[in-house]
């Protein structure tokens, strides 16, 4: 496993991460959750991802007992804030950000997280009180760094040009080989500001490994034929975008890799991206991920 500094902090974040997004706590049986986990460490994966609104808490859970017996300084952890958590919580208020950080904190079993993101952008609350509020989370010790997922480019800049604040240092958005919106104007701003992107589905959700054929019936046990896992999946099992897939089979093939590793290394190419989320509901997925680092 290779590693990247993540922006302009200090932590140093291997360059596949763990992600729990629909499977841990939720999609997936405990006792192989726990052996994804084993076996991230195992291959050098130190960084793992997941968010409050995971299993409206779950997902935290399990990684607060997961993770219990390890020592604190030998993974990097990151979670999120805004989806709703009940019928009033939900938002970047500074009410919501101090109520939520200390019940993520609760839950994954730890005084401090790694980084505190927030999942999307609040349209509701002044960015001034989002901010200080995240400020204050970084100065009372609960999380070392700070970033946001899926923020436009004009709210990206109106953060960076707030004085007296906690800078971003990360930035998660969907990119892969099937999404590249980002390149567009997310990846050079942030390149100028001391920010890594942290992407998440750089897979498509699993389509990128090639597992799915035009036309074919999904194989059993995968994330499309999950209740859970699958009605996310729409948008990448339309017969044109597998076939699109399946051409770059050969491709992959000539460059002596798996199309999953293909398409996390092409994901890898870009200098400003630190790490790629990726998920797993069995050990054996997380070798073939790793391996494209």
Not at 7 to 13: I, N, Q, R
Request: hydrophobic share 40%; charged share 20%.
């Amino acid at each position: 496993m290779k590693y990247r500094k993540l922006g302009s902090s200090d932590l140093e974040v291997s360059e596949i991460a763990l992600g729990s997004w629909l499977t841990y706590g939720v999609g997936v049986d405990r006792e192989k959750a726990q052996a994804c986990v084993d076996r991230a460490f195992e291959l050098g994966i130190n960084f793992i991802d997941t968010a409050n609104v995971y299993g409206r808490g779950a997902a935290e859970t399990f990684l607060g007992e997961a993770l219990a017996g390890r020592p604190r300084d030998s993974y990097i952890l990151a979670t999120k804030v805004f989806f709703p958590m009940g019928d009033s919580d939900r938002g970047l208020s500074r009410a919501q950000i101090s109520k939520q950080i200390d019940a993520s904190l609760s839950r994954l079993r730890t005084d401090c997280v790694d980084l505190y993101q927030c999942h999307r952008y609040d349209s509701e609350t002044p960015l001034d009180e989002t901010m200080d509020a995240l400020t204050d989370v970084v100065r009372q010790g609960k999380a070392r760094y700070i970033g946001f997922s899926e923020w436009s480019p004009q709210q990206i800049e109106a953060a960076f040009a707030l004085p007296g604040v906690e800078r971003f240092v990360s930035s998660q958005p969907q990119y892969s080989l099937l999404w590249r919106r980002p390149e567009q104007k997310v990846i050079p701003l942030s390149a100028q500001n001391g920010v890594s992107q942290i992407v998440w589905s750089p897979l498509a959700q699993g389509v990128l490994s090639g597992k799915y054929a035009p036309g074919a019936t999904p194989p059993a046990e995968s994330r499309a034929t999950s209740d859970s896992m699958g009605q996310m999946m729409s948008n990448w099992m339309r017969p044109e975008v597998l076939e699109a897939v399946r051409t770059l089979k050969p491709i992959a093939a000539e460059a002596g890799c798996t199309l999953a590793q293909f398409a996390l290394a092409w994901v890898l190419r870009e200098p400003n991206v630190a790490s790629a989320i990726v998920g797993a509901s069995r050990p054996e997925q997380l070798d073939d991920n790793a391996a494209a680092s």
